[in-house]
Nanobody, 126 residues
């Protein structure tokens, strides 16, 4: 399974970006998909996740109300719509995929995801 993230770039504070992640080589419609972010010298931070049917959405406290995760199973793509971006959101964002995660409690752990993309960089100017 390969993941290719895109959509990062430079945006002013208060602006919006939409990240995309295309998945190939697997049964995308059965994967749990997540977005994480990681700044240099820090641990990966959970941002959002979505189950295969889009019925269950999960967000970090910092993402809730500003970011929206969605997926298009026909296009093998998961999205992260980010609005009201703040300088603190500037970092590299990674998409991740998991065939199965047994509980909500560990869905936010990066170790629960088997496949990872290369990341896309988001820069927010103040």
């Amino acid at each position: 399974v390969q993941l290719q993230a895109s959509g990062g770039g430079l945006v002013q504070a208060g602006g919006s970006l939409r990240l995309s992640c295309v998945v190939s080589g697997g049964n995308f419609s059965r994967l749990i998909m997540g977005w994480f972010r990681q700044a240099p010298q820090t641990e990966r931070e959970f941002v959002a996740a979505i189950n295969w049917s889009s019925r269950n959405l999960y967000y970090s406290d910092s993402a809730k109300g500003r970011f929206t995760i969605s997926r298009d199973n026909a296009k093998n793509t998961v999205y992260l719509q980010m609005t009201s971006l703040e300088p603190e959101d500037a970092t590299r964002y990674f998409c991740a995929a998991a065939p199965y995660i047994p509980s909500y409690e560990i869905l936010r752990l990066d170790s629960s995801y088997r496949y990872w993309g290369q990341g896309t960089l988001v820069t927010v100017s103040s």
